[in-house]
């Protein structure tokens, strides 16, 4: 009789991995990148990225509802190829890297948003303002094995955001009519995740 029990206690142990609903994936730095876009002086672009975002993912290739996505940006990582300029945007006038060096997006629901399409609702703190955002999600890929042997995600998010919501109001107007910088940040995040373990 209890050598019955002990059999039906580790049949039990043995099946919770496979019950187990997701897995923990990390960010590949290396091929995961952020890009923003902005309207300057309403005639064209300025577009730039973060060089540094790190993060987890919880995947559930069974149940995409039952992921998640905690992601971490470097502000200081700010990149528009204009020194001068991100000098200026790292400063008080817009993100205050001394106070807020981060930019953090923490999932709050994810769902099928179609045939290969996601929708990912979460909250997004940007200089210490927290608004809830929903990305766009074009993926997941299928997973594949890369050279190394290590199973590989991919997918592309994308939103768009008043920057004023979270604090970033610096702006000055022209004498022609209109700002220097427009209040819409479109954000695009080619992401690549990488199986832990």
Same mark, same amino acid.
Do not use: C
């Given at each position: ?52 975002? *790190?993060? $987890? ?8 509802? @039952?992921?998640?996505? %905690?992601? +971490? &940006?470097?502000? /200081? ?29 923490? *999932?709050? $629901? ?8 996601? @929708?990912?609702?979460? %909250?997004? +703190? &940007?200089?210490? /303002? ?41 702006? @000055? ?25």
């Amino acid at each position: 009789m209890r050598r019955i029990a002990v059999m039906a206690i580790t049949a039990f142990v043995l099946a919770l991995p496979a019950a187990a609903p997701a897995g923990t994936w990390k960010l590949d730095s290396a091929h995961t990148g952020v890009q923003f876009k902005v309207r300057h002086l309403m005639v064209s672009y300025v577009r730039g990225d973060f060089e540094k975002v *790190s993060g $987890k993912i919880v995947y559930d290739e069974q149940d995409v509802s @039952k992921s998640s996505a %905690d992601i +971490t &940006i470097d502000v /200081a990582s700010i990149n528009t190829r204009v020194a001068k300029r991100d000098k200026h945007l790292r400063s008080p006038d817009f993100l205050d890297v001394a106070k807020h060096p981060s930019i953090t997006f923490k *999932s709050k $629901k994810v769902e099928k948003a179609g045939n290969g399409k996601l @929708k990912m609702t979460g %909250d997004l +703190t &940007i200089r210490g /303002a927290t608004r809830e955002v929903v990305l766009e999600v074009e993926g997941p890929t299928p997973p594949i094995k890369d050279l190394q042997g290590k199973t590989r995600v991919g997918g592309v998010a994308s939103t768009r955001i008043n920057r004023k919501d979270f604090g970033l109001t610096w702006n @000055k107007a022209l004498e022609t009519g209109g700002v220097v910088v427009g209040d819409e940040v479109e954000i695009t995040i080619d992401i690549e995740i990488l199986k832990e373990g």
